[in-house]
């Protein structure tokens, strides 16, 4: 046999596919431009595009472990607002331990502060995933309809032990003094901790993508989303790896209920059913089980969210809702579905 009859044949993407697949990462620099043009004012349009990429870079983070959880694992998590609440008062407990840090004049003091109240609220939502996983979500693996009973149960039930713990009333979840006030950038005012939140959420989208494309751990995840027998077939362990993945998406719920306490400086028990409802909709226009497609939804929720709500208020709260209509009229399963194997 020829060695030109053995030679695999690749097969080029037309490029009509190509353009197809990148045309939703322009998708946020066009809303940006319009919103530009719709509002006039650039000190306007630059505060509104800063607090909207806050915005959405704090449900990224609390989105992405969901869609991985559900792309790995077929898991509808109805429970993760729980993580998300969990880790906002912890975060709130260990600030308030911390508060003469966080009066500080002290920057290294105050970002410190921070750090260890999001490292205590990762640490204790991800066990808390641990026990979650075992005890509620993996006897009800392939049964959608007994997941969304079961983990909304459990949602119920950690509302109702924060209430024990924590009390029943609104905490106000004051920022460390170098996370106070703003920067002024010509005519434009920018809140220094939508600045910080914006660089966290960026890094933590960066490190996540180097992850899944470069690490085998990444290579097993990404492989068990698309055929999980197959993985298994191989000899790897995936039930270990569901476990790993439950526990990390737990974690990033606790970091996003720290940072949207810290953003709207109030906490309650029933914040993580509120957020969850956004979050809901940036997995769907992402896609399901998609990374970088749960990162350009964001953007565009927190963006239209607060264009809207400064251009036309009453239009702001269906906006979202509309976002998600329009895109899946456009892409029914998403903006970068992640294609199953039959």
């Known amino acids: ?14 490029l009509k596919e190509q353009l197809a697949q990148k045309l939703p990462v322009l998708l946020v620099p066009v809303l940006a431009a319009v919103g530009l043009i719709a509002i006039g004012n650039p000190a306007s349009w630059l505060t509104l595009t800063v607090a909207g990429l806050a915005m ?13 959880v559900f792309g790995l694992m077929d898991v509808i998590n109805f429970g993760h607002g729980a993580f998300v609440a969990v880790g906002a008062f912890v975060g709130f407990t260990v600030l308030a331990w911390l508060a003469g840090w966080t009066a500080s004049p ?11 109240a999001i490292l205590a ?11 979650f996983e075992r005890v509620i979500v993996m006897p009800v693996y392939g049964e959608h309809l007994k997941q969304i009973l079961v983990t909304m149960g459990g949602l119920i039930v950690a509302q109702q032990m924060i209430y024990v713990v ?7 979840m004051s920022r460390p003094e170098a996370l106070q006030g703003s920067l002024v950038i010509g005519e434009a005012a920018i809140e220094k ?7 966290i959420g960026l890094a933590l989208f960066i490190g996540m993508r180097h992850i899944l494309k470069n690490t085998k751990i990444g290579l097993l995840v990404r492989a068990g989303v698309e055929n999980g027998e197959m993985v298994e077939a191989l000899g790897y362990r995936i039930r270990r790896l569901f476990l790993i993945v439950f526990m990390t998406g737990s974690a990033l719920a606790g970091l996003g209920g720290v940072m949207w306490g810290l953003y709207q400086e109030t906490i309650t ?9 956004l979050v809901f909709i940036v997995v ?6 998609s990374v970088e497609g749960c990162f350009i939804g964001a953007m565009l929720v927190g963006l239209l969210a607060n264009y809207t709500a400064f251009l036309a208020p009453k239009v702001a709260l269906i906006s979202t809702i509309a976002l998600m209509v329009a895109v899946l009229m456009w892409r029914p399963q998403g903006l970068y579905p992640v294609v199953k194997a039959k």
């Open 106 to 116: 002290s920057v290294f003091m105050n970002l410190s502060a921070v750090l260890i």
């Open 193 to 199: 901790y939508r600045l910080v939140a914006v660089g």
């Open 56 to 68: 959405g870079m704090m449900i990224f983070i609390m989105a992405s472990g969901l869609t991985v």
């Open 1 to 14: 046999m020829s060695e030109t009859a053995i030679k695999p044949r690749i097969e080029k993407i037309p």
């Open 166 to 172: 924590w009390g029943p009333d609104e905490l106000h």
């Open 121 to 131: 609220a990762m640490l204790v939502t991800g066990l808390l995933g641990l026990a």
């Open 269 to 277: 028990a029933h914040m993580g059913s509120e957020i969850m409802v």
């Open 284 to 289: 769907i226009i992402g896609g399901l089980g």
